[in-house]
């Protein structure tokens, strides 16, 4: 099977690339971390000006009625340049509000999110967010369910982190999910987390699975949330809230879930793209310094150990490519989950690679290239982590080949 995109698909991630390119990404994501909006929301107007917030959204909404395989080349794009923001959350939440049975809450809200106006981020809570043919958990297994993005804790006043921490996600004894922290097995890590919710004007949630009755989900628009109430994540753009209880009611009953099932193979989807586009980031910014830099008189780039290792970071971003198309074709939710372990995993690697062959200047939080390095690790456990979609994958799920 041959995944090549036809020439209207090429000229919209070319356009894409050059807009984002101008708009000098790297400053406006180290804004975003700082909690300052302003470059960021006039990013996301221009985003939204180019369609990618429409994509998926059928006409009658105000929508281009594109398909899944768009959605791809957008978000690749939007990791190229480490675009900062609820950008998956918003296309997830189009899809959950498009799958209500209710229309009233897509009419009533799609028309700003297409459009630019407005953001939506929302909880993926286990149980409403879980496939119709969720595997069994074993005792180790990932809890990437309830915690999303990698979290960090607050950094004391004054203070500022000059080093990235690249540690191995999982282990079989302890859950490493929050950075400097670790949980003893079997306890409950603090999650689940909504992104960019002090900024994000809809917020999306279902109550605690536990205290649902079955089929009878929920799902509420939010109260505000207080800027100050933020997680850090390791990800320093990927500012992390808690949401609190209640708000209004939108919608009740089966549809919530079946709709948020597809949501959770956009979100997925979208997750897995980004993540392409961060790993392929990563490799050009490193072939560019081997090439530059010299040791022993010729670059760095012409040791046949550097070759080697940028050439599997090649190899494992193609195959995730593959996989990722292949998947927005089908969008079966084993077949979303392997492009999103497939992709995310292709992106980590290429991030080790990357830091070593920058040597000590791949550590700094001042150097552009952190930027892109602390995305790769953090995307890899949103939405689920490494464990979560290999067993889903393993499972069959609801694959169609």
Known sequence: MRF???AGQRAFADSLDAMLT??????VVREWSRGEHGSGRALWSRIAEAGVFALTVPEEYGGLGAGPVELVVAFVELGRHAVPGPLVETVAATALLLGLDDPGPAERL??????GESTATLVPQQATFAPSRRPARSPTASRAWDVPPVAAPAES???SSTRTSHRPAESTHRTPLLEGQTLPAGARAPGPYALDADMADVRLTTPEPLTAPPGTTDLYLAPAVRAAEVH??????RRLFRLPPGGELLASGPQVAGAAAHALATGRLAT???ALGVGLALLDRTVVHVGQRSQFGVPVGSFQAVKHRLADAKIALEFARAVLFGAALTMAAADVAAAKVTACEAAYTTARTALQLHGAIGYTAEYDLSLWLTKARALRTAWGGPRECRALVLSGGDRRW
């Open 22 to 27: 101008a708009a000098g990404t790297p400053s």
């Open 4 to 6: 090549v995109l036809d």
């Open 157 to 159: 006043p004054g203070t």
């Open 272 to 274: 897995a793209a980004q």
């Open 232 to 237: 850090r994540s390791l990800d320093p753009a």
């Open 110 to 115: 799609l028309p700003t999110l297409t459009s």
